[in-house]
């Protein structure tokens, strides 16, 4: 990879932001579409977050941006316009300049749906989902479902307020069947049991020591546990639920798809997904 004067700059904010693995893919995908592009992670505590993401709008040379944890939503107050999906799930995920504005849009719940359906082999209409979370990626999942015609949806999170108040989100302004519960509600085995669909939505997975975040019991043998989580690649929920015999998806592919869908936005280019999945598997290798 060669820098110069003419490189487009393209940035990742988060905090952290060493463990993610989009500079690995981006750079991997500029590279292959021949586009004279630098994509880098740039590390940004919350108080900073208004003033580096305004220092794109005198970046000439600013190729596009990633928004990562934990500054999905403050960004979402940030840009000049969102996007349908950014502004319905309140998160931005990847910035486009437009004529010197910034335009915030959400491409996980996108990238999610794609990922469940080719990889999952999962068709969401008519189905009950269960979601483990109701943060930044939990909402996208519940965005993405309900628009693929999803027709009950359970969320449980640590927090029941912020559970509650999701599902009466869902099934006010969108007009489906959702049911709240903290995690731990006594209502939660008999509400999980005839569930077709399990998102973990929540970090507990990202340490290898973790626990699984529900108890695997729960779970029926029709019930396709996805983890959001990719590193690693095979978490403890995964792995019990496959030992019970459910079918199960990990986020590699919502991971690869999402960012595919930024490519195109920045690039307007065809996302060279062969090499940003090679270069995802080589450095999880
Ligand atoms: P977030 O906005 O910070 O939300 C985290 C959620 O997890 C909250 O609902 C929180 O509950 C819950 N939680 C946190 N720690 C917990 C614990 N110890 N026990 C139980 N619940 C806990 O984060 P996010 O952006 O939604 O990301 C969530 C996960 O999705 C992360 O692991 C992230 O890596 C993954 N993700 C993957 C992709 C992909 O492409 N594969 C894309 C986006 C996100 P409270 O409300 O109680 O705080």
């Not at 699984?212 to 690693?232: K, M, T």
Request: charged share 20%; with cysteine; net charge neutral.
């Amino acid at each position: 990879m060669r820098v110069g004067g003419g490189t487009r700059l393209f940035v990742i904010f988060g905090d952290p932001v060493e463990h993610s693995l989009s500079p690995v893919m981006q750079n991997a995908a500029l590279q292959a579409a021949g586009i004279d592009g630098l994509y880098v992670p740039w590390r940004v505590r919350a108080p900073g977050l208004s003033t580096a993401l305004n220092s794109l709008r005198w970046m000439e040379n600013f190729g596009g941006a990633n928004v990562t944890l934990p500054h999905k939503e403050q960004a979402a107050s940030l840009v000049d316009e969102l996007s349908p999906e950014a502004a319905s799930v309140g998160a931005v995920n990847t910035i486009v300049s437009r004529d010197g504005r910034l335009l915030g849009a959400n491409t996980d719940g996108q990238g999610f749906l794609r990922s469940l359906q080719e990889e999952g082999d999962f068709v969401p209409r008519g189905r009950r989902a269960a979601i483990l979370g109701a943060g930044g990626a939990a909402r996208a999942v519940v965005w993405s479902l309900v628009e693929a015609g999803i027709a009950e949806l359970l969320i449980l999170n640590r927090t029941s307020e912020r559970a509650e108040s999701l599902a009466d989100l869902v099934s006010r302004r969108m007009g489906v069947w959702a049911l709240g519960l903290g995690l731990g509600d006594p209502r939660t085995p008999g509400q999980l049991a005839t569930c077709a669909l399990l998102v973990n939505a929540t970090p507990v997975g990202l340490h290898p020591s973790d626990p699984s975040p529900i108890e695997p019991a729960l779970l029926g043998p029709q019930c396709l546990v996805h983890d959001l989580i990719y590193r690693p690649r095979e978490t403890a929920l995964l792995r019990e639920a496959k030992r019970r015999g459910c079918k199960v998806l990990g986020g590699l592919g919502m991971l690869l798809y999402q960012g595919a869908l930024a490519f195109e936005l920045w690039t307007g280019r065809k996302p060279p997904e062969q090499a940003m999945r090679t270069a995802l598997l080589q450095a999880l290798a």
